[in-house]
């Protein structure tokens, strides 16, 4: 917001005059003394005493001074000389080297959480953001583009920044600006695409806060974009078993020779969707044409990984649909649903064994599965032969029943019709 | 014949020891009056016959049953899928509990309206009242014996609920629950008074109620006793036996045809074992025969005046309850008004419960 001249000579002049005696309220309250001026500043200027109260350093006990020095228990204008050490607005390029000045120094955060890390400072030196500030660039992300400044809340807190449900819309605040990204020549698109994903999913809609985020495969402080050659350790992160089959899987050398970027090469990089069966095979929406052609080794061998596949998925959902015709009707059959479970087990070990890229693994998961569900299936059926059984059981219980209910009613009758005859 | 000779021995062996003659001869002699509204008095000998089924589907469930927290919802499921006609027994044992009740509920509205309970039969009313609470207490104990997810937070908040009672409250629900909270010991305190303490009260007072009954005879309908008074040889009287008894047993035959189909078409269900570290499943109901009540606690303000809303609630449910009791004696006693004001208590009764259970089920 821009100020005329006249007014900032205004407003200083009512600041001069309130100082010393807003800040003789301060002296009694033993308050920083910054922030009743700051607190009705403009922007940039505004620092409340209310939004530094939010800060985790303010509740950690430190002042405006532990950063910008100063001495906040005098009440005149010379709080913010020299001579007391002011050091005023920190350039963007000493923001770093001041926020390792405590942070770096295990000693001094040893005071406050013995358990935070220290190596931030020496990460970030390591990153794009930090290589690029010593360069002399000064748009990249510092500190406290991150972390904010002066209402500061640690990484656990959900309002924070660079809590896992807040990181991509951070980092997206620079990397999806193309017009601020212009001069690196490097896509916009990620947060976008990032969005579709199963892990933006999982994260933000199912609450999974180990699901992943930009930090998570890019590291935070020392954040970089991974290599072709280490996309496939990042992933292996959490999805190890198929990184493991991959590795000694035949596609791990062919990938290698064609600098493809192992993972991402099939599941692509922001944008990861929800894998299906029909990823497998040789359909539309397989992965596997991207690379053979019909009639290839491959391509037979993918064609029976997907058969294998939706047999097994067939047939829990024929054995469900039984087993949910028999519960519906009332039938106990929660210990069949409970042994589905294992075939569903099954499935999912057979689609982790798709990444071996062999029928052998795959089928053997594929066999466990369709046994267990060929037994839930007979468990299943049995409980609707049994409902019949007792409809039939019911049906003949009230035909003895209705019969009964008749013939004492005939027997009313004559008995009365006797007792009437007899009284006549 | 040898073998009628031997039954004439043995009848003749009883009777000298029991007096059986003289007890046939004495039903033989009784009736029971007979008119358009005689069927409205079948609710109870159902009932009577509903509570006897209870009795012995229970103790058929009692030679599987295992009351414990970590024993009773797998003993159940292994009455339901392993035990030969176990489902049949469950079944017909939880549907013939809410048949039972609305029976008692039946049978105490058609008593109100045909002003059965008129002197000197106001002690027949009052001992029904204590056994419609003890059916009551019977359905309540008994929805936490299978210790499934339902019922054990039903307990809860049953057991929440009796907590807020001034006074005795708090100890009221630390007994009932055998500690601060429902766990195991919960359990077999319920099935305690399940099938100990709550079927011996109830047989001690349904053969007062019976003695009652068979002391002070049927009542007649004052419209049916008035015509019988202008016209007394249109009054008439039916034996009780077979007469009377053999109409009973149509009605009980009825009951039990319904008992088997519900039984195999909807059986009863058992849901998933409880987890006292899970939290509660969203819109937890008590069982319909609670939910007029379970409802007016929710309508009622968290505070009105000072008086905080539950306590409030109880305070007038109790309230109710012991005009209800006393009704008899308003109608005996208030000359003119008595009549109406017990009819319209009844009508006013049977609207609101009907009214907040359909709200109950209906509303989200």
């Keep these: ?424 | 014949m040898p073998d009628v000779k031997l039954i004439a021995h043995i009848r003749g062996w009883v009777d000298e020891r029991f007096g059986l003659q003289e007890l046939a001869g004495s039903l033989k002699k009784k009736t029971v009056p007979h008119h358009k509204l005689s069927y409205w008095y079948f609710f109870g000998g159902i009932t009577l016959f509903l509570f006897g089924i209870q009795v012995c589907t229970g103790i058929l469930l009692l030679l599987y049953y295992r009351p414990s927290a970590g024993e009773a919802f797998e003993s159940v499921q292994y009455i339901m899928t392993r035990v030969q006609f176990g489902w049949l027994i469950r079944s017909i044992h939880s549907w013939a509990a809410n048949l039972m009740i609305l029976m008692v509920f039946l049978h105490m509205f058609s008593v109100l309206f045909l002003r059965a309970y008129r002197k000197p039969r106001e002690l027949t009313w009052i001992s029904g009242m204590i056994l419609l609470l003890l059916a009551l207490g019977f359905g309540f104990s008994g929805y936490l014996l299978p210790w499934n997810t339902l019922a054990f937070f039903a307990t809860k908040v049953g057991t929440e609920i009796a907590g807020q009672v001034p006074v005795a409250g708090h100890r009221m629900m630390v007994f009932l629950r055998g500690g601060e909270d429902v766990t195991g010991a919960t359990l077999t305190r319920f099935f305690g008074f399940h099938v100990a303490v709550l079927p011996g009260l109830t047989t001690l007072l349904i053969l007062l109620h019976l003695a009652l009954v068979q002391k002070l005879g049927i009542s007649v309908p004052p419209s049916v006793e008035t015509q019988w008074k202008q016209n007394p040889r249109i009054a008439r009287q039916m034996k009780f036996f077979p007469n009377f008894f053999l109409r009973e047993a149509i009605a009980w035959y009825l009951a039990l045809g319904v008992l088997a189909a519900m039984a195999a078409i909807y059986p009863w269900g058992l849901g998933t074992k409880a987890d006292p570290f899970s939290p509660a499943p969203a819109g937890i109901k008590p069982e319909w025969y609670f939910m007029f009540m379970f409802q007016t606690l929710k309508f009622i303000p968290s505070k009105v005046i000072f008086i905080d809303g539950e306590v409030l609630g109880i305070l007038l449910f109790g309230l109710a309850g012991g005009i209800w009791v006393l009704l008899p004696f308003i109608d005996n006693g208030v000359r003119r008004f008595g009549r109406r004001i017990v009819v319209g208590a009844g009508v006013f009764a049977v609207c609101y419960i009907v009214a907040l259970t359909i709200h109950g089920y209906v509303a989200k």
Aim: glycine residues 8%; contains cysteine; hydrophobic residues 35%.
């Design chain 1, 1 to 424: 917001m821009d100020m005329s001249p006249s007014r900032t000579y205004l407003r200083s002049l009512c600041l001069l005059l309130t100082v010393p005696w807003t800040a003789g309220l301060c002296r009694a309250q033993e308050t920083d003394t910054c922030v009743v001026c700051h607190g009705v500043l403009d922007p940039p200027y505004q620092v409340t005493s209310e939004q530094f109260s939010r800060d985790i350093h303010s509740q950690k006990g430190l002042t405006c001074a532990a950063c910008h020095g100063g001495d906040p228990t005098r009440t005149d204008m010379d709080a913010m000389s020299k001579s007391a050490g002011f050091r005023g607005r920190i350039a963007r390029s000493q923001i770093p080297a001041l926020c390792g000045s405590c942070h770096s120094d295990a000693n001094s955060m040893r005071k406050y959480n013995p358990s935070l890390r220290t190596d931030q400072l020496s990460q970030y030196r390591t990153s794009i953001h930090g290589k690029r500030l010593v360069q002399g660039d000064s748009k990249v992300a510092v500190c406290t583009d991150c972390h904010g400044v002066h209402d500061l809340r640690p990484a656990a807190d959900a309002a924070s920044n660079v809590n896992p449900l807040n990181i991509a819309k951070t980092c997206s605040r620079c990397h999806a600006n193309a017009d601020y990204m212009k001069e690196y020549s490097i896509p916009t698109d990620q947060f976008t695409k990032y969005g579709t994903s199963v892990h933006r999913e999982a994260l933000n809609v199912r609450g999974d806060l180990s699901a992943p985020t930009c930090t998570t495969c890019h590291g935070n402080h020392g954040a970089a974009p991974p290599g072709v050659a280490t996309v496939q350790n990042i992933c292996s992160n959490c999805h190890v078993f198929q990184a493991q089959l991959f590795s000694k899987s035949p596609h791990q050398e062919a990938f290698n020779a064609a600098r493809l970027p192992g993972c991402v090469t099939c599941h692509s990089n922001h944008a990861v969707l929800h894998p299906g069966d029909q990823n497998v095979g040789t359909g539309a929406e397989a992965f596997c044409t991207n690379c053979h052609v019909a009639g290839d080794a491959g391509s037979v061998t993918a064609k029976k990984l997907h058969q294998n596949l939706a047999q097994l998925e067939a047939s829990i959902k024929d054995s469900d649909q039984v087993l949910a015709k028999a519960e519906s009707s009332g039938m106990e059959v929660s210990g069949a649903r409970l042994e589905l479970d294992q075939a569903r087990d099954s499935l999912t070990k057979a689609r982790v064994s798709v990444h071996s890229f062999q029928l052998g693994p795959v089928e053997q998961d594929i066999q466990n599965g369709l046994k267990v569900s060929a037994r839930t299936m007979q468990a299943g059926n049995e409980a609707l032969g049994e409902r019949e059984f007792r409809r039939k059981g019911l049906a003949i219980s009230l035909i003895f029943i209705l019969a009964t209910m008749f013939g004492l009613y005939l027997l009313i009758r004559q008995i009365e019709h006797t007792t009437n005859e007899e009284q006549t």
